[in-house]
Structures are given as C-alpha cells and as structure tokens.
C-alpha cells in the first residue's frame, strides 16, 4: 500500500527547543517529497526534495531526504510559539498529480 | 508564487443543499486540484481540473456529487451536491506553482452542515 507515514503524530516542546518531525513511505518510484505548514486551513509550502542526501535549509527550518531509507525529516531548531501547526508531509508519484498526505504531526510550541 | 483567493471561508448548511466553492489564480494555470481534509484526517485529492475538458475524478469521488467546473485558466469551482453531515470538512484548491517548484493552496473552505 502507498502510505506516507508521520511521526509523531503530536508534540509539545518548550520555546527555544529543536525538534525533528518524520516521515517514511513505502513506495521508492516517485518524483518529490514535499512538506507544508497547516496553521488553520491552507498549508503552506516549506519544501520540495527531490535529490537524496541534499538538505534544503530556510532560516531555523530544514530538510532531507534519504531515498534509500525510505524517510525524510523536517528539523526546526531554536523553535518558537508561531512554529506550533500541522506539519504535513506529501508524496508526489512518477505519474499523475494527486499528493499523497500522511496524517501530519500536530506541534505545539509553549512559552 | 502564486497567490489563490478562495471562497467562502467557511459556511454552515443545512443538509440536502448544495455549495459552491470557487478558487480565483492570479495567473493562468493548466491544472487546478481540489482536496478534502475530513475532521482528523490529512487531505485526500477530489479531482483534478483542466480547462476545457472533464475533470478526473479519483477513486471514491463521482461527478454527481462533487461537479466541477472549469471555465478559464485561471478559474475553477467545487460545488458539494445534497450534502450531508459526513461532508463536513475542509475543501482546499491548489495549483501547480512551477515559480515556487512546489504546490500552492488556496485559503481553504470549512463547511459544517448540520
């Protein structure tokens, strides 16, 4: 089956903690990996990986992804109170267009 | 990136009537996509929405209930047809950003339908 499993599924860390949110999937043919922020409704995009091994990087957050592995993770260091949202992770297959979600992991950022 | 206005923002309806979503894209687009996130769960793709032809409607999603419309490239609607509480859910539209190298979403469409 085409799962996109993430983990964990929510957390709560203090302000100024790292924290690093998974994401495995089963299936090894696809074009990207991508992941996005859900604040209230719409995510937001954060990153796109397409390249094993090549951490992408914008200001306190990042990413890589490990093909062989099958997993990616999102680090988010110094963490603040407006990083607490949704993190979804999304599989972009070889054909079509439809993302492939996993559930998402719930993180909350207290003071 | 490209920016998607989205309405309405969030809508409560009687069960048995119908509502229509509408995406607007600040620039033209071939595909537009519209997602379904239920209460709890992570968004699941409705459809995908070409100008000019038919929309394709994934496995678990007819045409009956979820008609679509696509007039420009830069236009699309989701109508939810006789709903039901189980419709209950965020309705989101997305594009294809080839800016952003990635996938824009709209604001997002809460409906609750009571």
């Known amino acids: 089956e085409d799962k996109v499993v993430q983990s964990p599924l929510s957390l709560v860390v203090h302000e100024g903690d790292t924290v690093t949110l998974n994401c495995s999937y089963e299936?090894?043919?696809?074009?990207?990996l991508l992941w996005y922020k859900q604040e209230k409704k719409a995510p937001t995009f954060l990153f796109m990986l397409?390249?094993?091994?090549i951490e992408k990087k914008s200001g306190r957050l990042s990413s890589i992804l490990d093909k062989k592995e099958l997993f990616s993770i999102l680090n988010i260091t110094a963490t603040q109170t407006g990083d607490s949202a949704v993190y979804l992770c999304a599989r972009l297959p070889n054909s079509g267009y439809a993302l492939n979600f996993g559930k998402g992991t719930s993180l909350l950022v207290t003071p | 990136s490209a920016v998607i206005s989205q309405k309405p923002s969030r809508d409560i309806c009687q069960r048995g009537t119908s509502l229509t979503i509408q995406c607007q894209v600040d620039?033209?687009?071939?595909?537009m996509f519209w997602y379904r996130q239920q209460p709890g769960q992570s968004l699941t793709l409705i459809a995908t929405?070409?100008?000019?032809?038919?929309?394709?409607?994934e496995s678990g999603f007819v045409i009956d209930k979820f008609p679509i419309s696509r007039p420009n490239l830069t236009f699309s609607t989701l109508t939810v047809s006789n709903m039901s509480p189980e419709d209950s859910s965020i309705y989101l539209c997305?594009?294809?950003?080839?800016?952003?190298?990635?996938?824009?979403f709209g604001s997002g469409t809460r409906l609750t339908v009571v």
């Open positions: 397409t390249s094993s091994g």
């Open positions: 620039s033209q687009v071939t595909m």
């Open positions: 299936v090894t043919n696809f074009r990207s």
């Open positions: 929405a070409n100008q000019g032809s038919e929309a394709t409607y």
């Open positions: 997305s594009v294809e950003d080839l800016l952003l190298i990635g996938y824009t």
